[in-house]
């Protein structure tokens, strides 16, 4: 991760709000990222083709490439996902005019620096601890509190204010029926059925949602800034709407290479966050991303957060447990996870390394192969 070199004792990001990096001629030494290029950058080919998974087909299909995307990648572009595209570009307008107005007025509704799950406009979480400053801007939200929070933005209300929260309200609806029929897809891949489903405390509770977009702005050198540096999701799952303009890079290992996301007009992403990887004792990996920036197109991706509800214990799921295997991880909830988090952003620390349970290698062996 490019986290060690950039690192350092004073966050540049603690403080400060609004950038006008738009009109930049270069990166001025406060955003130049030393370690951008360290890996090399490639298209999505050949092995490294990012999976896609359609889920406007027969079940038992669109399960299995669901499973092996899971598997393999913990990422894949979503297709014949039933959110209409006029709903989805209704959003993205929406967001696109929030992120046009004039500076001050997105500075009114910044976001409290410091804690781990503001709301707000203004830098990310993941900025806090690092050197150097990210090429974008980005606004977190939740979905239940919308009109609360855009009250800050147009205070007096208005047209602009009700279309922007009717929109949005809008977007809600679809993406979180959305999260519903995925999440039944991804509990049928752990071989779930449809009765565990509706009885399972667990599975039914995970339906908390937050949206936060990000914005990375046009860069006149974007081999030398990165619009959001290299993390992984905490969440349970992502859903990434962006504009048919590619950003998103993964990290693939043995070469290390990044591989650029393509963004088919339509398609989403569905990326797996660290709690789905605690829930899933470990099967379905959390991958390593980060978001590029271009010199002459701008993109704008949504990413739609499915979290557990704040009060939630999320622990492995008893029927992720394969035959004879024991829990990996310890039980927590999303603020201590947010914490642990904070703690280790900036360091090359991986946080989920804090919850993982010291379990016997030979112990866990032997008795998966007695059972
Ligand atoms: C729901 C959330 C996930 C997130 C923290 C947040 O409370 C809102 C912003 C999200 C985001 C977006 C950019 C990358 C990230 C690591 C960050 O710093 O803020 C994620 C957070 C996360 O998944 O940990
Ligand atoms: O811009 C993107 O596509 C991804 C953004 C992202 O990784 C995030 O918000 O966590
Ligand atoms: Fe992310």
Not at 10 to 17: D, N
Not at 141 to 167: I, K, M, N, Q, S
Not at 279 to 297: C, D, K
Request: overall charge negative; charged content about 25%; aromatic content about 8%.
């Amino acid at each position: 991760m490019q986290s060690s070199s950039s690192s350092a004792s004073t966050p540049a990001a603690a403080s400060g709000l609004v950038f006008d990096l738009g009109s930049a001629a270069g990166v001025p030494e406060t955003h130049a990222w030393p370690g951008v290029n360290e890996y090399p950058s490639v298209e999505s080919a050949g092995r490294d083709v990012v999976p896609v998974v359609d889920m406007g087909v027969a079940c038992p299909d669109a399960t299995r490439a669901l499973a092996r995307a899971a598997d393999e990648w913990g990422v894949f572009l979503l297709v014949g996902h039933g959110v209409p595209r006029e709903v989805a570009a209704r959003a993205e307008e929406q967001v696109a005019r929030l992120f046009v107005l004039p500076a001050p007025d997105k500075a009114c509704a910044g976001r409290r620096p410091g804690e781990p799950t503001a709301t707000g406009y203004g830098r990310p979480p993941l900025a806090l601890r690092f050197s150097k400053l990210m090429w974008s801007e980005g606004y977190t939200f939740r979905a239940a509190t919308v009109r609360e929070e855009f009250r800050r933005v147009w205070p007096d209300g208005g047209d602009d204010y009700l279309r922007f929260c009717d929109v949005m309200e809008e977007y809600d609806r679809e993406m979180r029926a959305l999260g519903g029929r995925l999440l039944d897809l991804f509990f049928m891949a752990l071989g779930l059925t449809d009765v565990q489903f509706a009885t399972g405390e667990t599975e039914r509770r995970i339906r908390e949602t937050w949206t936060a977009t990000m914005h990375p702005i046009l860069c006149p050198e974007p081999e030398r800034a990165i619009g959001l540096t290299a993390h992984t999701d905490s969440g349970f799952i992502t859903l990434i709407m962006q504009s048919p303009v590619p950003g998103l890079q993964l990290l693939r290992r043995g070469p290390d290479r990044w591989v650029t996301v393509p963004a088919p007009p339509g398609a989403l992403i569905v990326m797996l966050g660290d709690l789905f990887q605690v829930l899933t004792n470990g099967r379905f990996r959390s991958p390593i991303h980060r978001a590029v920036v271009s010199r002459e197109r701008e993109r704008i991706s949504v990413p739609y957060f499915l979290c557990p509800p704040e009060d939630m214990t999320v622990a492995p799921l008893a029927s992720a447990l394969l035959p004879g295997r024991k829990a990996v991880f310890r039980a927590v909830t999303w603020p201590e996870y947010m914490e642990v988090k904070h703690k280790v952003f900036g360091t090359d620390a991986p946080a989920l390394e804090m919850l993982q349970l010291q379990v016997d290698e030979e112990e866990q062996g032997e008795r998966a192969a007695t059972t």
